[in-house]
């Protein structure tokens, strides 16, 4: 797997852009490193539109699917890219060589690169169906994300 910093590693404040460039203070709630994903909560007076959630399990190999994120930060914030469903249910291997056997992943071929960490997978219905986390990247493996 791709050798990338933990998403909070060393942080010390946090904030949630939106994006219309808004931004606000976050504070961090909870955070786990295997997955590379952190839940941030923040208050404000603004309105902002919840993200409506699909489920994962009704995935289906084949199903072409968007991945949003921000490859190498904020300049590229927002990028979109596609692809398809390559498998589901995945276990994944831990450093060790050990299975994981807590996670499972959704295998697609959508382009994640560092910095989508976080970012929302989609199916065409504009539901958030899993969360970019791990891509493999080695000389012979292309397009096998997580």
Same mark, same amino acid.
């Given at each position: 797997?791709?050798?990338?910093?933990?998403?909070?590693?060393?942080?010390? !404040?946090?904030? !949630?852009?939106?994006?219309?460039? $808004?931004?606000?203070?976050?504070?961090?709630?909870?955070?786990?490193?295997? /997955?590379?994903?952190?839940?941030?909560?923040?208050? $404000?007076?603004? $309105?902002?539109?919840?993200?409506?959630?699909?489920?994962?399990?009704?995935?289906?190999? %084949?199903?072409?699917?968007?991945?949003?994120?921000?490859?190498?930060?904020?300049?590229?914030?927002?990028?979109?890219?596609?692809?398809?469903?390559?498998?589901?249910?995945?276990?994944?291997?831990?450093?060790?060589?050990?299975?994981?056997?807590?996670? /499972?992943?959704?295998?697609?071929?959508?382009?994640?690169?560092?910095?989508?960490?976080?970012?929302?997978?989609?199916?065409?219905?504009?539901?958030?169906? %899993?969360?970019?986390?791990?891509?493999? !990247? !080695?000389?012979?493996?292309?397009?096998?994300?997580?």
């Amino acid at each position: 797997m791709e050798d990338v910093d933990y998403v909070v590693e060393n942080g010390e !404040a946090f904030s !949630a852009t939106f994006s219309d460039e $808004s931004e606000v203070s976050s504070t961090l709630i909870a955070a786990d490193k295997t /997955t590379d994903i952190a839940v941030l909560y923040f208050d $404000s007076n603004n $309105s902002y539109t919840v993200n409506k959630l699909g489920s994962s399990s009704d995935l289906k190999v %084949g199903q072409i699917v968007l991945a949003i994120g921000n490859p190498k930060g904020e300049s590229l914030f927002g990028s979109v890219t596609f692809g398809i469903i390559g498998g589901v249910e995945r276990n994944l291997l831990e450093d060790s060589g050990t299975k994981n056997t807590i996670n /499972t992943y959704v295998q697609h071929d959508a382009a994640i690169n560092s910095g989508n960490s976080g970012g929302g997978l989609y199916n065409l219905n504009g539901e958030c169906v %899993g969360i970019n986390s791990v891509k493999y !990247a !080695a000389s012979d493996i292309e397009g096998l994300n997580f």
